[in-house]
């Protein structure tokens, strides 16, 4: 999971990186920054077929739409799979990624027929972005209507999460769907610590209990 985690969050930057003047990802720009960045030559169809799947590019859209790993097949290009294995996933991996995505559809779908929910678990913030990208994607899926099936888990105890909870929901109204939500109060901290002091980054966990508040 850390593997595709990391590609996730390259494949991020990668597109904030394509942004034009009007602050969204042009498909020039991508395409120049594909070369650059991954040494990778992509052509303008599946560029333009890319820019497409991101809705409008703008950062926000980047967020919410920018998935390296599609869980739905229409949407899971060859410029995708090409750019994965640039970023180091392997072709066994790519597999066992699909494999995840179609258990993960068919559990989700359950829920949904079922009128039941289903808790997306929370982990340790290397893994962190790829289950976030799965959570997302399976919300536009599932939590439609009057359901509120996919309750993704957000964790009290990191920094980014106010800010997160807020993006989060203006990601729900944007696509016209429903918010579901499991905080987590507290996990992996000390490891988180360790980790950030051991690499000389700042931590990702609150200091006090109370600003978990």
């Not at 980014?160 to 901290?189: D, H, S, W």
């Amino acid at each position: 999971m850390s593997e595709l985690s990391r590609a996730q969050t390259k494949f991020s930057e990668v597109l904030l990186k394509s942004r034009g003047g009007d602050g969204k990802v042009e498909a020039g720009l991508l395409q120049a920054t594909l070369k650059q960045e991954l040494g990778l030559e992509v052509g303008g169809g599946e560029i333009e077929e890319l820019v497409q799947l991101l809705g409008g590019g703008s950062e926000f859209e980047v967020w919410a739409q920018g998935h390296l790993f599609q869980l739905q097949r229409q949407h899971r290009l060859s410029v995708l799979l090409k750019i994965q294995q640039k970023l180091g996933v392997s072709e066994a991996l790519q597999a066992e990624a699909v494999k995840f995505a179609d258990r993960n559809l068919r559990i989700a779908q359950k829920a949904f027929d079922t009128n039941s929910k289903l808790y997306v678990d929370a982990e340790q913030s290397y893994i962190q972005p790829i289950i976030d990208s799965l959570a997302m994607q399976l919300s536009v899926l599932f939590n439609t209507h009057s359901q509120v099936t996919i309750m993704n888990g957000f964790q009290a105890y990191r920094t980014r999460t106010p800010a997160l909870l807020q993006r989060e929901i203006q990601r729900c109204r944007m696509l016209g769907i429903n918010f579901g939500i499991k905080l987590v109060r507290g996990a992996y901290m000390n490891e988180e610590r360790k980790l950030a002091q051991e690499h000389n980054y700042t931590s990702p966990i609150w200091s006090s209990i109370e600003q978990t508040h």
